[in-house]
């Protein structure tokens, strides 16, 4: 590594005493997806994939705990619900090794796209530009209350 980089980029030494990392994957799906299934879809892929290794990170933690004076993390795998411009995000979030944290990332992407292309309540969200006609996709009750003021006039 060039000394340059010193001064001008941030340097992370992240293997320095704790061999994982946390690895963060944000999936968006619209509004219109079954968002409900779509997390519990999320949370048994990260139980299926990423479980073992966040024992062992568990384990490490506490014995780093001893040694380094840090206090305890929770290392199991979650997944957060948040809305997005372009439609709900769930952002999967789980430990891995520092150095596969690629490979892993791949691992559940590709176990994502397999489960929800077999899901038929469930789709991507990309940004993209949309007109939306109350009158005709809003909620019922507020179609209802459109079509009687329109009546109205």
Known sequence: MPNGKVFVDPLTNVTQGFNYVWNEIPITITFESDWRRAKQILEGILKERVVSVSEEASRFIRDASRKFLIRSANVHPVVYTRIVEEGVE???????????????????????????GAEPRIDFAYKTTRI?????EGKVTLRAESSIEEEEE
């Open 90 to 116: 769930l952002g999967l979030r789980y430990v891995c090794e520092a150095r596969s944290r690629r490979k892993s990332t791949e691992s559940v992407c590709e176990a994502v796209l397999e489960a929800f």
């Open 132 to 136: 939306f006609r109350q009158t005709e």
